[in-house]
């Protein structure tokens, strides 16, 4: 087990040998992937595990994703932060969608090398999915005013989860002035209250329940 792996574990005990096996390889992968097409920043490939792994989990810190649950990540890029989660939750589907291919196709050789059959990968754009899920989730592609159109008519009424069904928006720095743009209710949870690491001092997940889902 790498020092990477170790890590998520301190964090998230309950772990399969499954699981700890496909954490284990991620590096391995997108080290070999990035060096081929360039999903993740040289520099960052040296921090992988603590900035796309663990901020990726992060999202798991403030939601435990019911078994069923579908989850779209818009906005995907290499796989963050959907392929850790899907990792960590066998049972709830995640849709991960791109508008650049090459970053799907290393998505889904990731998702196939690791076996992940709750992983579907896509090149779309946001806006032109016509699915429905119980959860939008993403890595701050923009700012929350642009991002809340895409996810208009894609959010499911019924609720079967701890919260109800909304959006869980990684971010960083000072998220209120931007999510106040939007005039819609939300939740801030800081990282730094799960996380010791220096990195997640400034990291957030906002949650955002979907008010309009008819």
């Not at 049972?91 to 799907?104: C, P, Q, R, Y």
């Not at 996810?151 to 609720?159: A, N």
């Not at 743009?181 to 209250?193: F, I, R």
Request: charged share 25%; no cysteine; net charge neutral.
């Amino acid at each position: 087990m790498n020092s990477g792996t170790q890590l998520i574990l301190s964090y998230f005990p309950n772990l399969t040998e499954k699981q700890i096996e496909q954490f284990d390889r991620l590096q391995e992968l997108y080290e070999d992937w990035n060096s081929k097409i360039n999903v993740i920043s040289r520099k960052d490939m040296d921090q992988f595990y603590i900035h796309h792994v663990l901020h990726s989990l992060g999202i798991a810190k403030v939601m435990g994703f019911q078994p069923g649950t579908k989850v779209l990540d818009i906005g995907t890029g290499g796989g963050f932060p959907g392929i850790p989660l899907a990792i960590l939750f066998p049972e709830t589907h995640f849709h991960l969608v791109d508008s650049i291919g090459k970053k799907i196709t290393v998505v889904k050789e990731v998702a196939k090398a690791l076996k992940l059959s709750n992983v579907e990968a896509q090149q779309a754009r946001a806006e032109t999915l016509v699915r429905k899920y119980d959860f939008v989730i993403s890595r701050a592609v923009t700012r929350m005013i642009n991002f809340y159109p895409w996810v208009k008519g894609k959010i499911k009424r019924e609720d079967f989860n701890e919260f109800p069904n909304g959006i869980l928006y990684l971010k960083g720095g000072d998220v209120d002035e931007e999510m106040e743009e939007t005039g819609k209710s939300y939740v801030t949870y800081h990282l730094s209250d799960y996380f010791k690491e220096d990195f997640f001092e400034t990291k957030k997940v906002v949650y955002m329940p979907w008010e309009d889902k008819r």
